[in-house]
T-cell receptor, first 112, second 114 residues
Framework: EPEVTQTPSHQVTQMGQEVILRCVPI?????FYWYRQILGQKVEFLVS????????KSEIFDDQFSVERPDGSNFTLKIRSTKLEDSAMYFC??????????FGAGSRLTVL | TQLLEQSPQFLSIQEGENLTVYCNSS?????LQWYRQEPGEGPVLLVT?????EVKKLKRLTFQFGDARKDSSLHITAAQPGDTGLYLC??????????????FGQGTILTVHP
């Protein structure tokens, strides 16, 4: 069964460092998303991406965050200067139509 | 801000019992989805309900979307230890360009004892 692949599975970084989380969505999917889940809290929407541009972003997705689809297969989330509160599980998701999402296994980010 | 309140947060039952998990909101959603999440993995979609009053069945799981599309329930009949896990509801925002912007409930941790 097709799946969304995320790397790395776990990244530990120092506060202030840049982090790039990578995702390979399902190949025929057109919509791409990032969500995050802080430990013990709800899964939260960060951003949606369609037709090579951001469709919508939440208030969490400030200037420190950016997304890119550098080629036909990868979808990345960059955090420019990480803060302690960025520590979370980050989930990539994709869909062939809006609102029916397939999630990846997540990338755990720990900021020290 | 659209909120989705999920209850109960924890549920511990014996094998063979029935249970119901609820998701409630004051907002209307275009669709409501139920996911199951295992430790260390992402949410896995179980079902999507779209029409008010819709009922969908997946083996022993029955999902219902409220008539007003503001609430939903998941009912499990004759629960088995294999049903143990975290269940999440998520509402898709109605209208506009909110592609894939889901609002999640806080989840229900279900434990089924043999």
């Amino acid at each position: 069964e097709p799946e969304v692949t995320q790397t790395p599975s776990h990244q530990v970084t120092q506060m202030g460092q840049e982090v790039i989380l990578r995702c390979v969505p399902i190949s025929n999917h057109l919509y791409f998303y990032w969500y995050r889940q802080i430990l013990g809290q709800k899964v939260e929407f960060l951003v949606s991406f369609y037709n090579n541009e951001i469709s919508e972003k939440s208030e969490i997705f400030d200037d420190q965050f950016s997304v890119e689809r550098p080629d036909g297969s990868n979808f990345t989330l960059k955090i420019r200067s990480t803060k302690l509160e960025d520590s979370a599980m980050y989930f990539c998701a994709s869909s062939v139509s809006a609102n029916v999402l397939t999630f990846g296994a997540g990338s755990r980010l720990t900021v020290l | 801000t659209q909120l989705l309140e999920q209850s109960p947060q924890f549920l511990s039952i014996q094998e063979g019992e029935n249970l119901t998990v609820y998701c409630n909101s004051s907002s209307v959603f275009s669709s409501l989805q139920w996911y199951r999440q295992e430790p260390g993995e992402g949410p896995v979609l179980l079902v999507t309900v779209v029409t008010g009053g819709e009922v969908k069945k997946l083996k022993r799981l029955t999902f219902q979307f409220g008539d007003a599309r503001k609430d939903s329930s998941l009912h499990i009949t004759a629960a088995q230890p294999g049903d143990t896990g975290l269940y999440l509801c998520a509402g898709a925002h109605a209208g506009g360009t909110s592609y894939g912007k889901l609002t999640f409930g806080q989840g229900t941790i279900l434990t089924v004892h043999p």
